[in-house]
């Protein structure tokens, strides 16, 4: 067998590349469209037909049926076709000889082997010729398989050594499309006695040097192609990222100017709240102290007027330690978040009328300080909207520990909220008013973790932050509905 590269032919096809019928040689086909390889293979095997030989289709299930009918439209006759041509499936006959992701010489000796002889047999003399097209090297490549498919090309041309049959392999050129794949595009190449490009390029017989060229050329342009393509590909997903983030920037731009002048008006109208406050409830109460005080004056000597200023003292003392704790509760710095929290809860139940039970699990041990403030808004706003937004009748606010988290978990039974809604505010962070972003602002601050799952049935809200007074890592919140 030669071992140089010979190409022979008019426009790259395998079929008009046999030079005589009986002459034995290992062929190979690269090839850019299904249809040119079909006609290029139907030739390679009529001329073995036509000559009283016998061909051997070892091909895939998408080419062996349009090979066989093309040998038709050839004229190949029926009979040649049903007797002399054997086709088999090339998955099927590569798994019979494959041992652990490689060719067995042994296995393939004995299966390709017994094919080749009754095709040979099948023929009405023992100097017709035979033609082998073969595409398991194809499908071990695809599955990138490549040294396994060179092994194969070996055996190949160990099998043409010991019997006489001429042998075309065929290759897409698609599967060479990566600039690594030049060593074993070369490799391939070197397995061959010739080489037939794919497609669009006229080659004369005898210039073989040049068709390795053309073929390598052709692998190089196939690789160039392809990273064009992906480069083209990544840079549209560039841009449709860049337009993405552009467009969520926009959007949380926009939700940061809501939430500032929300913030604003939230500021107004608990100043409004206060002044209210101060001058319908302590401003009575002072000029009835007042009164009452210019009263006992004038009749020192009547004890009732004395306990009646002092009745009212003390609901002013009442009404100033309320509004004060409202705002900003000392008790929480002296006994802590838990003690405070009871004492919020029991004053908002009373309050409200929203009955709200507090649990507090074992071992959970003191709040840091850098929580307890934050954990207390959280109650305080998770309450309110209970209450306003929620028209819950109940609910239940529970305090834990999780390894190094303390966990406040408060759910209710109110009308919960939108699924449409909760994943609006998941996506932007808008549409929700400034409570629930407060929220996990202050948790994020703390790099803790909010959860929120809202139903018909009610709200669940749970917060996580580390005991450790160090700054974490913030996290992704985390809403569903």
Known sequence: MASS????????????????????????????????????????SASSLNAGGAAVLLATEAHRGPILEELGRMGVPSHAVLKRCFALDAAETLAAFMI????????????????????????????????????????????????????????????????????????????????????FFSRVCGEHTSVVPAEGFTVLAGEDEKSRQIAEMQQKAQALESEILARALAEEKLKRSYAELESTVEERTQALRRLSLHVLKLQDAERRRVARELHDSLGQEFVGLRMNLDMARRSPHRPELWEQCDQVLERCITEVRTLSYLLHPPMIEDVGFLSAAEWYIQDFTRRSGTQVSFEVAEKVGAVPN??????????????????????????????????????LEIS???????????????????????????????????????????????TFIRISVPFSNRRRKPAAPRFSS
């Open 100 to 183: 652990d992701g490689y060719p067995d010489s042994n296995r393939f000796f004995a299966v390709v082997g017994d094919i080749l002889m009754r095709a040979g047999e099948s023929a009405p003399s023992d100097l017709a010729p035979v033609s082998a097209f073969g595409e398991m090297v194809a499908i071990l490549w695809a599955e990138g398989k490549r040294e396994a498919a060179v092994q194969l090309e070996q055996l190949w041309n160990d099998l043409c050594r010991s019997r006489s049959f001429s042998l075309l392999c065929a290759y897409p050129l698609t599967a060479f499309s990566r600039d690594e794949d030049r060593h």
């Open 370 to 407: 850098s929580a307890k403030l934050v954990l207390f808004r959280i109650l305080q706003e998770s309450l309110v909207n209970m209450h306003r937004h929620a028209h819950a009748t109940c609910g239940r606010v529970r305090v834990s520990r999780d390894g190094e988290n303390i966990i």
């Open 5 to 44: 590269f010979e190409i022979a032919g008019s426009v790259g096809s395998a079929g008009s590349a046999l030079r005589a019928a009986n002459q034995q040689f290992h062929q190979v086909q690269f090839y850019q469209t299904d249809s040119f390889l079909v006609r290029s293979v139907a030739e390679f």
């Open 412 to 458: 209710d039974n109110g009308v919960g909220i939108p699924p449409e809604k909760l994943a609006r505010f998941n996506q932007t962070g808008a549409g929700m008013g400034v409570g629930l972003t407060g929220i996990w602002e202050r948790v994020r601050d703390l790099g803790g973790k909010a959860e929120l799952t809202a139903s018909s049935q009610g």
